[in-house]
């Protein structure tokens, strides 16, 4: 079955430190898969996606992506937090039957001061 | 820049009463969605449509339905609401194989 994990329900770090938030997956075929971010009481932004090409694809804000062929994974990283980073963060494969997208969970993100 | 608009942000509806939420996309896409979205349990896909007046159901259909009539927009009723249909409701469109595009959500209160 076709599936995305987001395995922390949330993530702390301090302003200025790295992050990463982590997501793996489960699909058949080449993964198409995409970071989305969610400010309170929004709806969804699209922050980056790999289709294929280079394992590590940049987006909006600052934020990049691994993709890891191996591990099944694609996680979202950025070199140096900010306390406005701190949102929730949405990872999702695309289910090439049906063009649908299959999401996570979520990981809320904070940065603190 | 792609845009997707939902045509409230809140709303309080009574149990029993048809609810109907619209959503308007303006870049031609051809495929538009409808999401709950509940703490916990994430991004649940109701209803989705590749064309117009095309639809198929996703994973909770039930209690609503939708109506695509234009290619720009794409509405979903609740024929009857009931309180466990309050909710925060996420619209979204996409060209066949990209990413989707959301409009600003409606949180829906059903007393």
């Known amino acids: 079955a076709q599936s995305v994990a987001q395995p922390e329900d949330q993530v702390n770090v301090a302003e200025g430190n790295p992050l990463t938030v982590k997501c793996t997956y489960s699909v058949s075929g080449n993964p198409y898969l995409?970071?989305?971010?969610?400010?309170?009481?929004?709806?969804?932004?699209?922050?980056?996606?790999?289709i294929t090409g280079d394992n590590l694809v940049k987006g909006s804000y600052g934020f990049e992506a691994e993709f890891n062929k191996s591990q099944t994974s694609f996680h979202l990283k950025k070199p140096?937090?900010?306390?406005?980073?701190?949102?929730?963060y949405f990872c999702a494969v695309r289910d090439h039957s049906n063009y649908q997208l299959i999401w996570g969970a979520g990981t809320k993100l904070i940065i603190k001061p | 820049d792609v845009k997707v608009t939902q045509s409230s942000r809140y709303l309080v509806k009574r149990t029993g009463e048809k609810v109907f939420l619209e959503c308007v996309q303006d870049m031609d896409h051809e495929n538009m969605f409808w999401y709950r979205q509940d703490p916990g349990?994430?991004?649940?896909l109701i209803y989705f449509s590749y064309d117009v007046k095309m639809k198929e159901k996703?994973?909770?259909?039930?209690?609503?339905?939708?109506?695509?009539?234009?290619?720009?927009?794409?509405s979903l009723i609740?024929?009857?609401?009931?309180?466990?249909?309050?909710?925060m409701y996420l619209c979204a469109s996409s060209l066949?194989?990209?990413e989707q595009y959301f409009g600003p959500g409606t949180r829906l209160t059903v007393t």
């Not at chain 1, 995409?34 to 790999?50: A, C, I, T």
């Open chain 1, 34 to 50: 995409f970071w989305y971010v969610q400010y309170p009481n929004r709806g969804l932004q699209f922050l980056l996606k790999y």
């Open chain 1, 80 to 88: 140096s937090a900010l306390v406005s980073d701190s949102a929730l």
């Open chain 2, 41 to 44: 349990l994430g991004l649940r």
């Open chain 2, 58 to 74: 996703g994973d909770i259909p039930e209690g609503y339905s939708v109506s695509r009539e234009k290619k720009e927009r794409f």
């Open chain 2, 78 to 87: 609740l024929e009857s609401a009931s309180t466990n249909q309050t909710s």
């Open chain 2, 96 to 98: 066949v194989q990209y």
